[in-house]
Nanobody
Framework: EVQLQASGGGLVQAGGSLRLSCAAS????????IAWFRQAPGKEREGVSC????????YYADAVKGRFTISRDNAKNTVYLQMNSLKPEDTAVYYC??????????????????WGKGTQVTVSS
């Protein structure tokens, strides 16, 4: 059974940090790239970060560049999203998803094969 389990969300003050984890099982982790998405109340889901597009580049949404970092631990089948300098506008449910092959630039959501359940991130002002 394929599972993507996002964890690490919580309540944090503006300026604080959180590290989200996405633990994968049930598929060949090394063959997939992991992406993070978020959805705030009343808004559409948006891509936050992806380990790699098909051209090898790492994707960060403009709103999180310089503050968020995506990383992987193959030994633990886990991808992390380190979120620093958090802002109230980062408040959302965060989801991780897996894709193989890596998505083409600009086609992040459409390329995902598996999705996990989300973890809530709330940033207070």
């Amino acid at each position: 059974e394929v599972q993507l389990q996002a964890s690490g969300g919580g309540l944090v003050q503006a300026g604080g940090s959180l590290r989200l984890s996405c633990a994968a099982s049930g598929f060949t982790f090394d063959d997939y790239v992991i992406a993070w998405f978020r959805q705030a109340p009343g808004k559409e889901r948006e891509g936050v970060s992806c380990e790699s597009y098909g051209d090898g580049s790492t994707y960060y949404a403009d709103a999180v560049k310089g503050r968020f970092t995506i990383s992987r631990d193959n030994a633990k089948n886990t991808v992390y999203l380190q979120m620093n300098s958090l802002k109230p506008e980062d408040t959302a449910v965060y989801y991780c998803a897996a894709a193989s092959p890596p998505p083409r630039v600009g086609y992040l959501s459409d390329a995902m094969n598996y999705w996990g359940k989300g973890t809530q991130v709330t940033v207070s002002s």
